[in-house]
């Protein structure tokens, strides 16, 4: 199996949980990243998109769950400031009452699928 790594952030797009394959994976050591915003491997032409679907996801402004959109491929600025191909799977975070908490992303290659499987959309 592939190697995955998760990331959470709040709702406000700080990092919360940054494990140490995200270290292998993107580069940033764990002590670096948590508590920045999500800029720090949004890549410069994402960002307003990125953050405009962000907001308006916890803001609850939206009913498209990026669960249900399913996995993507989506490149992800490295520490190095290179831009890496990433398999990810967003999914929103909510309290017992359905109030959103902040995000979480699986990440892994987008090499890594099953054989057999479809290749994911690119955004």
Request: proline share 10%; glycine share 8%; aromatic share 6%.
């Amino acid at each position: 199996m592939e190697p995955f790594t998760v990331v959470v952030a709040d709702t406000e797009g700080v990092v919360r949980s940054w494990d140490t394959e995200a270290e292998s994976l993107f580069g940033h050591p764990a002590n670096k990243i948590v508590g920045s915003t999500l800029d720090v491997i949004i890549p410069e032409a994402y960002r307003e998109a990125h953050w405009t679907a962000f907001r308006a996801l916890m803001s609850g402004a939206t009913a498209d769950e990026p669960s249900e959109r399913g996995a993507v491929v989506l490149p992800v600025q490295c520490h190095d400031g290179s831009l890496r191909p990433t398999g990810v799977r967003l999914m929103l975070l909510r309290d017992p009452w359905g109030r959103p908490v902040g995000a979480a992303a699986v990440f892994t290659s987008p090499d890594a699928a099953p054989e057999g499987a479809e290749p994911l959309p690119e955004l």
